[in-house]
C-alpha cells in the first residue's frame, strides 16, 4: 500500500514537472517571437540614407498593431531607433499618434489596416508638404513626399505579410518575397551604426539573416548573407543603388514565378531613382551598369534559392487541393450510394409487400370456394397433390408479378383454372390494400432518415468546393448559374469595408428585379456560402442594371428564463434548452403531457433527440416529422409532446417559428407587439403530421417570449386578467425582468398552481 502511495506520489510529481515544462516552452516561444519582431522594429526604424530617415517605423507599428495589438515597448523601441539616426519629431509624432489611436480602438471592433494607414500615410504627407512650402517649393521634394506616403503603404502590407508567417511560424510563397523586402531594408538599417566596424557589421548581418531565415530555411539565410556581403555597404549613395537593385530583382521574381505581386518592387524603383535624382547620384545607373545587372542576377538566385521550401509549400497546396477534390468526391459518391440505397429499399420493400402474402390463404380459398365443388378433386388433391399446390403457387407468383397467366399444368389439367386465377387475383388485391403495420412505418420513417442524412453529405460537400468570392473562378461560376436563368453578369466587382462584403452587380436582362435578385443571392450563396441580400437596385439605362448586394451585419441572440413548477410536484414536466448550432440559434420548449416525472422524461428526451439533429444539420422540418415519427413508435396510444421551437438564423436575420400543439408566442420589435399562434396538434399523435410553422424577419434589438401553456391557462380562467395586454405594458423591460413579470403575472390572483409554467425570453443583439 506504501509503495503503491509513492509511486502516485511520483507520477503526480513528473506530470506537474512536465507540465512545466510544457508551460516554459510556451513562454519561450511567444518571447522569441516577440524578440524577433522587436529586432525588426529597431533594424526598420533606422533605416536610412545619409542620414534621411525611411518612414518604415510608421509602416511597422501600424502593421504589428493591427495583428498584435498596441505595445508601449514597440513604440519605445521605434522612437529611440529614430532618434540614435536623427532627431525626426514629425516621425515621432506620427508614432505616438498610431500607438495612441490603437489604444482608443483596443475594445472596439477591429479597424481597417488599409484605411488606417491611407490616413497615417497622408498625415504625413501634408506634414512634409507644410514645411516644404515653408523652405520653398521644389518640385523633386514634392514627388519624394509622394511617393514616401506610397512607399509606407506598400512597406505596410509587407510587413504584415511577414508579422503573419512568424506568428504561425510558416512562409508561403508571398510572405517569403516580404521577408527578402523586410531583410534588406534592416540592413539599412544596420548599417548606420557607426560603433560597429565593417567586418563585425557582415558578422552581425550574417547572424541576423540567419537568425531570421531559420523560419524557413538555413540555406537560403546563408545565401542571402553571402549575397549581401559581395556589396559594399559604407557609402550612401551605393546603398541607394543597392535598393534599387532589390526592386529590379523583385520584379523579375514576380514576372519569372507570376506568384509574387511586382507591386511593391515598383515602389522600390521609384523610391530610389528619386533619391539618386534628388543627391544627384543618377550616374551611377552608367558607371554601374555591370554591377547593376549582377545585384538582378544575384537577387533573383536568392529568391529562387527558395525553391526547395516554396516547392514543398507548393506540394502540399497542391495535395491539399486534391485531398479536397477526393474527400468531395467520396462525400457525393456517399451521397449517391445513400439515395440509390433508399430506392433500392424502397422498391425491394415494395416487391416484399407483394410477394410476401400468405400462401396458405391463397390455397385455403382456392380449395374451399372452388375445387371442394370441382368433380375432379380426388384426382388432383389426392392422387396429384404436389403437383396440383405447386401449380397454383406458380400461377398466384405470376399474378403478383402482374403476369396474369395459369401454369401450364394448371391450365391443361383443370377445367376452373380461369376461377382459380380470378380468386387468387382477389386475395392478392386484398392483401396489397391492408393498412400498413408498424413495420411498414418503422421501413419509411428509416428511409426518409437515409434520404436526410443523404441531403447533409452533399450540402457537406458543396461547403468544401466553396470558393473565394474575390476569385475570377467564384464570378465565372456564379455567372454560369444565372445565365441559365437568362440574366446575364457583366461584372462583378467585391469590396469590404468594416467586415461586410459588398457585391456591386452589372447585369442584362429582361426580368423583373423582384426575380434577378433572389435568383443572383442563391447563386452566390451556392458557389461561395455567402449570404448576401440585395440593398441597391440602380437602372442606367434600358439593357443594364447594377445591383449592390452585401453581407448582412452580424447579430446574436441570448436567452433568459423562468419557470414555475405544479404545486405539491417536486418535477416540472416542461423542459426547454437553446443555443447555436451552425449559425443558428436555437430555443426550445417541450411541454409533456401532465406533469412529474413521466411528462419531464418524455419532454427531456424529445428536446435531447432534436439538439442532436440541429448538430447534424438536419433539415428543420425534417427534424421535427423525424421527432414525430419516432415518439409514435415510442409513446403510448395516450401519451404526447407539445413542441416549441424558435431559429434565429444569424446569416439571413430570419425568426423561423415551428409550433405543434404549443402557445402562442410573442415578438417585440420597433416597440411593436406581434401575437404568433397555432391550432396545430402536439407531436406524437398522427403519423400525417403537419406542424404551424412562419418566418419573419428580425434585427438587432427584437424579442421573442416564448411560453408553456401553463402560462396561458392561468391567465386564461381569470376574465380579469389578458397576458396581452400585459405584455405590451411590459415590453421595454431588460429580457430577464420580461421573464420574471410574466410568471408573476399568470400566478397573481391565483389559489394554487395548476401546471407547470416556463417562459423562455431571447432577446436579439
Same mark, same amino acid.
Given at each position: ?5 509513492? $509511486? ?11 507540465? %512545466? ?67 525626426? #519629431? ?24 488599409? !484605411? ?16 516644404? +512650402? ?98 559594399? %555597404? ?59 545587372? +549582377?545585384?538582378? =542576377? ?17 506540394? !502540399? ?110 386475395? #392478392? ?62 461584372? =462583378? ?38 449570404? +448576401? ?44 434548452? %437553446? ?61 404526447? @409532446? ?30 411593436? @407587439? ?15 403530421? $403537419? ?14 417570449? +416564448? ?59
Amino acid at each position: 500500500m506504501l509503495q503503491s502511495t509513492k $509511486e502516485i506520489r511520483g507520477t503526480k510529481n513528473y506530470k506537474s514537472l512536465y507540465n %512545466f515544462f510544457l508551460k516554459l516552452k510556451d513562454l519561450i516561444y511567444v518571447n522569441l517571437q516577440d524578440s524577433i519582431y522587436f529586432l525588426i522594429c529597431i533594424c526598420l526604424s533606422r533605416s536610412s540614407i545619409i542620414g534621411q530617415l525611411f518612414p518604415c517605423s510608421i509602416a511597422f507599428l501600424c502593421a504589428y498593431y493591427y495583428i498584435k495589438g498596441p505595445s508601449i515597448v514597440a513604440l519605445l523601441l521605434s522612437v529611440f531607433s529614430i532618434i540614435s539616426v536623427k532627431l525626426d #519629431v514629425k516621425y515621432i509624432a506620427i508614432c505616438i499618434f498610431i500607438y495612441i489611436y490603437y489604444v482608443s480602438i483596443k475594445n472596439k471592433k477591429r479597424s481597417n489596416l488599409f !484605411v488606417d494607414i491611407i490616413c497615417f500615410a497622408s498625415i504625413l504627407f501634408v506634414i512634409n508638404c507644410v514645411i516644404m +512650402m515653408y523652405n520653398g517649393y521644389k518640385i523633386n521634394m514634392l514627388l519624394i513626399n509622394v511617393f514616401e506616403a506610397l512607399f509606407i503603404i506598400s512597406l505596410t502590407f509587407i510587413i504584415r505579410e511577414v508579422i503573419f508567417g512568424i506568428k504561425k511560424g510558416s512562409f508561403n510563397i508571398d510572405s517569403t518575397a516580404c521577408l527578402l523586402s523586410v531583410i534588406f531594408i534592416s540592413i539599412l538599417g544596420f548599417k548606420e551604426i557607426q560603433l560597429l566596424s565593417f567586418k563585425v557589421l557582415i558578422f552581425m548581418t550574417f547572424f541576423t539573416i540567419i537568425f531570421v531565415s531559420a523560419y524557413i530555411s538555413s540555406f537560403a539565410g546563408m545565401v542571402l548573407g553571402f549575397a549581401f556581403g559581395l556589396f559594399n %555597404f559604407t557609402t550612401a549613395a551605393e546603398s541607394a543603388f543597392y535598393m534599387l537593385a532589390l526592386g529590379f530583382g523583385g520584379v523579375c521574381c514576380g514576372i519569372i514565378k507570376k506568384k509574387y505581386k511586382p507591386l511593391s518592387g515598383f515602389v522600390f524603383i521609384v523610391i530610389s531613382t528619386l533619391i539618386l535624382l534628388y543627391f544627384d547620384n543618377i550616374t551611377l545607373y552608367k558607371d554601374n551598369i555591370k554591377e547593376l545587372g +549582377m545585384a538582378i =542576377i544575384v537577387y533573383t538566385i536568392i529568391s529562387f534559392s527558395f525553391n526547395d521550401k516554396l516547392n514543398k509549400f507548393s506540394s !502540399v497546396n497542391n495535395f491539399n487541393e486534391k485531398k479536397t477534390k477526393d474527400v468531395v468526391v467520396k462525400l457525393n459518391n456517399l451521397s449517391s450510394a445513400i439515395n440509390e440505397l433508399s430506392s433500392a429499399y424502397n422498391s425491394f420493400g415494395n416487391i416484399n409487400k407483394k410477394i410476401d402474402f400468405d400462401i396458405e390463404v391463397s390455397v385455403n380459398n382456392v380449395y374451399g370456394k372452388i375445387c371442394l365443388n370441382c368433380p375432379q378433386m380426388k384426382k388432383c388433391w389426392r392422387q396429384n397433390y404436389n403437383k396440383t399446390y405447386y401449380a397454383i403457387v406458380k400461377t398466384a407468383s405470376n399474378i403478383v408479378k402482374n403476369k396474369n397467366m395459369a401454369d401450364g399444368y394448371l391450365k391443361n389439367e383443370c377445367e376452373n383454372y380461369k376461377e382459380i386465377i380470378k380468386e387468387i387475383y382477389i386475395t #392478392v388485391k386484398n392483401k396489397e390494400n391492408i393498412v400498413e403495420t408498424t413495420e411498414d412505418k418503422n421501413n419509411n420513417t428509416f428511409l426518409s432518415h437515409l434520404k436526410e442524412t443523404s441531403s447533409i453529405i452533399s450540402d457537406a460537400a458543396k461547403e468544401i468546393q466553396y470558393i473565394d468570392i474575390k476569385s475570377k473562378e467564384a464570378k465565372i461560376n456564379i455567372n454560369e448559374i444565372t445565365i441559365k436563368e437568362n440574366i446575364i453578369i457583366k461584372n =462583378i466587382e467585391i469590396t469590404e469595408m468594416k467586415n461586410i462584403l459588398s457585391a456591386i452587380v452589372t447585369i442584362s436582362t429582361r426580368k423583373t428585379m423582384s426575380d434577378v435578385c433572389p435568383i443572383i443571392t442563391n447563386a452566390i450563396n451556392a458557389v461561395t456560402g455567402i449570404y +448576401m441580400k440585395c440593398t441597391e437596385k440602380i437602372v442606367s439605362d434600358d439593357k443594364y442594371f447594377i445591383l449592390r448586394f452585401n453581407t448582412l451585419k452580424k447579430i446574436n441572440a441570448k436567452a433568459y428564463y423562468s419557470k414555475l413548477t405544479k404545486e405539491n410536484s417536486q418535477i416540472s414536466g416542461d423542459n426547454y434548452t %437553446f443555443g447555436v448550432s451552425n449559425n443558428r440559434f436555437y430555443g426550445v420548449l417541450c411541454d409533456g403531457m401532465g406533469t412529474g416525472l413521466k411528462a419531464c422524461d418524455e419532454s427531456k428526451n424529445a428536446i435531447r433527440l432534436l439538439a442532436k439533429l440541429l448538430d447534424a444539420n438536419f433539415n428543420e422540418l425534417q427534424m421535427i416529422n423525424t421527432l414525430n415519427s419516432l415518439l409514435l413508435l415510442k409513446l403510448e396510444n395516450d401519451r404526447y @409532446v407539445t413542441l416549441d421551437f424558435s431559429i434565429i438564423d444569424y446569416l439571413t436575420h430570419e425568426l423561423r417559428i415551428y409550433k405543434a400543439g404549443a402557445a402562442q408566442t410573442y415578438v417585440i420589435s420597433n416597440g411593436k @407587439v406581434k401575437k404568433l399562434q397555432s391550432g396545430s396538434l402536439p407531436i406524437g399523435i398522427l403519423d400525417s403530421f $403537419e406542424c404551424y410553422q412562419t418566418t419573419i424577419n428580425i434585427s438587432s434589438g427584437d424579442t421573442v417570449i +416564448m411560453m408553456t401553456d401553463g402560462v396561458v391557462d392561468s391567465t386564461n380562467g381569470n376574465e380579469l386578467k389578458s397576458l396581452d395586454n400585459h405584455i405590451d405594458l411590459i415590453k421595454n423591460k431588460d429580457p430577464q425582468s420580461l421573464a420574471n413579470a410574466i410568471i408573476t403575472y399568470a400566478v397573481k390572483g391565483t389559489t394554487r398552481i395548476i401546471d407547470d409554467m416556463t417562459v423562455l425570453v431571447i432577446k436579439i443583439l
